[in-house]
């Protein structure tokens, strides 16, 4: 099995929450481990506990790390938000008009985390944004990220300098701008299974020309367009098995003008329905992938038979002799 | 008037953090954890006049982490007993202004805030 959450070697773990944890503010576990990783032969790894809502952000950026050794943002064991915004650790940031998470730093990783931010600004603002080289953002929920000035938001950006970055399994709801905008110009980057509802506009390329590569992504229902491009920039021809409820799913094995049903959309539940007939078993297989190779879904579940697109593979097992359906994991 | 919590750096390593480098700045929480209770300095600040969050938290316009700092001589010089090798010894979690639980991280004691715009320094200035 190839998880999508890439771990670090020799990974420091320290814990994030309240007055019990080994950090309270992601500010100060950034600057506490702001070290050369590569020399220590060591990462660090950042769990974080519901112990509440937690109004913070992080500008992650200067330690020395390499692919093997690297730093990760992510929710302590058995707290994944599993595709679903309330079931997770929440940060919900309303400080000005900065980012959630600034991912400043080569091959940092933010792995299942519930992300929203409020602002009031007349510029754009970020709830994820990342400009280096091969950032992870796997299993990420962004939901209801609004911008209560004139500006927009929109939910994970990639910057200009951004290259081999990987955004998996992520869902993105109800951005007032861009559900994932991916605006490198001199690299590839990659989308692979996230799916994007309610946003002003799903998928877009940014930058670049033919930089931005979706596949398996599956939008729904977002105002302006599912998958689109901004001002010159391109989407790369090698984006395809997308599917989208208007005419704009890239590639030729995409599905354009589908209905979609979910479990439970009105309660923030974008998992595939049983009866789905949209995204189920219409994706490409991504384990072999030569960028960035995985078989499992949001929830963590294998990717079996043909894979669904978006991020929950429908997932049906057995069990002494009778068939159990996995919807999805809900503690709350 | 805004009462803040902030924490500076009472470490400094090359190209990196800087002692006195405002690590964060935040509505009280009333707690910190058990590591940040001997690399930083917890203590409140009347935030009336200082630049938004965003900006304090900002890096130096050449690449240093922090853009605005509070040197610990401007906080002894405004509480002589504080005992600035105590703060710049790793191991010690000496906290003069919030005295830490060590049990949740409550803090036991609380001072009035220090006012900002009189002790947070533009290093670019």
Redesign the interface.
């Given at each position: 099995m190839a998880s999508s959450r890439l771990t670090s070697l020799n990974e420091n773990v320290s814990t994030y929450g309240d007055g019990t944890r080994d950090y309270t503010s992601l500010g100060t576990w950034e600057a506490a481990t702001d070290i050369d990783l590569v020399t220590a032969t060591a990462g660090e790894r950042l769990e974080c506990y519901p112990d509440a809502e937690f109004d913070d952000s992080i500008l992650l950026i200067s330690a020395t790390t390499s692919a093997e050794y690297f730093r990760t943002i992510t929710c302590a064991p058995g707290n994944e938000p599993n595709g679903v915004f309330s079931n997770g650790v929440v940060f919900r940031y309303t400080g000005g008009a900065g980012t959630v998470f600034n991912i400043n730093e080569n091959y940092a990783a933010l792995y299942d985390l519930s992300l929203s931010k409020t602002g009031n600004t007349t510029g754009t603002m970020f709830v994820v944004s990342a400009g280096v080289t091969s950032p992870k953002i796997v299993g990420v929920v962004i939901d209801e990220a609004v911008n209560n000035g004139t500006g927009g938001i929109t939910g994970i950006a990639l910057a200009t300098n951004t290259s081999g970055a990987a955004i998996v399994n992520c869902g993105v709801f109800n951005c007032e701008s861009i559900g994932i905008a991916l605006g490198a110009t001199g690299a590839n980057n990659y989308v692979f299974n996230c799916t994007a509802v309610g946003n002003d506009k799903g998928f877009a390329a940014t930058g670049g020309s033919e930089r931005s590569i979706f596949i398996n992504c599956l939008a729904d229902n977002n105002t302006t367009y599912d998958f689109g491009t901004e001002g010159a920039a391109t989407i790369s021809p090698s984006s395809d098995f997308n599917a989208s409820s208007d005419a704009t799913a890239p590639g030729s094995s995409s599905r354009i003008d589908q209905t979609f049903t979910f479990l439970d959309a009105l309660n923030g539940d974008y998992h595939l329905d049983e009866t789905d007939e949209g995204a189920k078993d219409f994706g490409t297989d991504l384990s072999a992938d030569a960028s960035y190779p995985f078989d499992d879904d949001t929830d963590g579940d294998t990717r079996t038979g043909d894979w669904d697109i978006g991020f929950d593979e429908f997932v049906v097992v057995s069990s002494g002799g009778s068939i159990i359906t996995i919807y999805r994991r809900r503690r709350r | 008037m805004a009462t803040r919590e902030i924490?500076i750096?009472l470490f400094s390593?090359p190209?990196?953090?800087q002692e006195g480098?405002i690590?964060?700045i935040?509505?009280p929480?009333g707690?910190?954890?058990?590591?940040?209770q001997n690399?930083?300095l917890w203590f409140l600040v009347d935030d009336t006049g200082l630049p938004?969050?965003?900006e304090l938290?900002s890096?130096g316009s050449l690449g240093e982490?922090r853009k605005y700092k509070i040197d610990l001589t401007t906080l002894k010089s405004l509480d002589a007993s504080l005992d600035l090798t105590r703060l710049r010894d790793p191991l010690d979690r000496y906290q003069p202004f919030l005295q830490?639980?060590s049990?949740?991280?409550?803090f036991s004691r609380v001072h009035t805030p220090l006012t900002g715009t009189s002790i947070v320094t533009n290093k670019e200035l």
């Open positions: - | 924490a750096a390593a190209g990196r953090a480098d690590i964060t935040r509505n929480l707690y910190v954890g058990r590591k940040e690399l930083f938004s969050d965003e938290l890096q982490k830490p639980d049990r949740d991280g409550t």
